[in-house]
């Protein structure tokens, strides 16, 4: 996780006041202040892959396109094909510049026959914005994040929890899709999704409702054993699943193709921002590609180490941390597509000295979302 570096003012979600009362620490991110860690990361981690933890991710960014056109519009702006979803489906997708690097990655949802939204990434909500306004003309966009709360609830006793607190069967909500409906009397829309790679939901309900909904499942969740989560156990979940972060391991200076994103790039759709680009790419092949890593040696990788292979620099570490689960050290870099076939060797140096590593499959941990 990279710590915001910006000397504007921070923004603070509507729980503020709850994680500084829960004791949390609390750091710059993404232009907001938010928790880092209440009890501990690994602490934190552990609850969520063994039981369940809340999480405030209202920092989250959310832009609606509604009207008749709509669908075109997201057509042509993002790289999966959103014709194929229906209402109540969510989908993975991008925005890519002309030249194919990753403007954004977003989970884009159908809200209705012309309604869609977009939730971005919360240090790229301003320029996505712009970004969208720009290049999506035809329909109708609204901002929505500074009136909307975003909660995630995820674990193995996740769905049980809401479950209790729903006005309706969240059951039969299946992955990656979403309903409206009431959790502890709240007006939500259930998402099942998440960044975790445990079973869960992410609810969005209105800010002013967001406090009341973290003590109901708080509250309701002490029998289950919840914790409050921080962003920084909720980086190293995110990285045992090898879930790519923006700002580390996709930026504008990289393409979906190198970063092992290729599945949500859909020129077969019709014409897309990027997509020429993306097209001549795939044709040539890419120089680099993202990889995972384990350590071999008792180290831990972090961003920016450099990668070596016989003591010449071949990539570079893009995320690194111990891995709670798996209890060492693990990583994502890109290396010279030559090197990145799983069992290839690598050094990482830190501290000047090289530490063996070995590059793995993704993911590092299994997954637990409930695909089926």
Same mark, same amino acid.
């Given at each position: ?46 609850? @969520?892959? /063994? ?13 609606? @396109? !509604? ?5 075109? @519009? ?21 925005? #890519? ?12 949802? !159908? ?61 039969? %909500?299946?992955?990656?899709? #979403?309903?409206?409906?009431? @959790? ?65 391991? %996709? ?21 897309? %921002? ?29 961003? /920016? ?24 050290? %693990? ?42």
């Amino acid at each position: 996780m990279t710590a915001s570096t910006s000397t504007a003012p921070l923004k603070r979600t509507p729980l503020f006041d709850v994680h500084v009362k829960a004791g949390a620490k609390m750091v710059p991110f993404g232009g907001w202040e938010m928790p880092v860690q209440y009890a501990g990361i690994i602490e934190e981690h552990r609850a @969520v892959r /063994g039981a369940v933890g809340l999480f405030d991710i209202s920092h989250m960014g959310e832009l609606e @396109v !509604r009207g008749p056109e709509a669908l075109a @519009v997201v057509q042509r702006l993002t790289t999966n094909d959103a014709s194929v979803l229906a209402e109540g489906q969510v989908q993975y997708t991008l925005l #890519c510049d002309p030249e194919g690097g990753v403007v954004d990655d977003l989970t884009l949802y !159908r809200l209705g026959p012309e309604h869609f939204m977009l939730t971005v990434n919360a240090a790229n909500t301003d320029k996505d914005w712009a970004w969208v306004t720009a290049h999506g003309a035809g329909a109708e966009w609204r901002n929505v994040g500074a009136e909307t709360g975003l909660l995630a609830v995820q674990g193995p006793r996740a769905e049980a929890l809401v479950g209790r607190l729903a006005d309706r069967n969240v059951t039969g %909500i299946a992955y990656y899709h #979403c309903a409206r409906g009431r @959790v502890a009397g709240v007006s939500a829309l259930i998402s099942r999704t998440g960044y975790t790679g445990e079973d869960g939901f992410e609810l969005y309900v209105a800010a002013g409702d967001a406090e009341r909904l973290w003590r109901a499942l708080m509250d309701a969740g002490q029998p289950d054993g919840i914790q409050p989560i921080g962003l920084g156990a909720r980086d190293t979940l995110r990285l045992e699943m090898r879930y790519a972060l923006y700002g580390n391991d %996709i930026d504008q200076t990289t393409n979906p193709l190198e970063a092992g994103l290729g599945w949500v790039v859909k020129p077969a759709k019709g014409e897309f %921002i990027g997509r020429a680009a993306l097209e001549a790419l795939r044709a040539r092949g890419v120089a680099r590609k993202l990889v995972g890593f384990e350590m071999v040696e008792r180290a831990v990788p972090r961003h /920016g180490y450099r990668l070596l292979k016989a003591g010449a620099e071949v990539g570079a570490v893009t995320s690194g941390s111990f891995a709670p689960s798996l209890e060492r050290g %693990i990583g994502m870099g890109y290396v010279r597509a030559d090197l990145a076939a799983a069992g290839t060797e690598v050094d990482v140096e830190i501290r000047g000295a090289s530490n063996r590593a070995r590059i793995v499959r993704p993911p590092f941990h299994p997954s637990h979302t409930k695909k089926a």
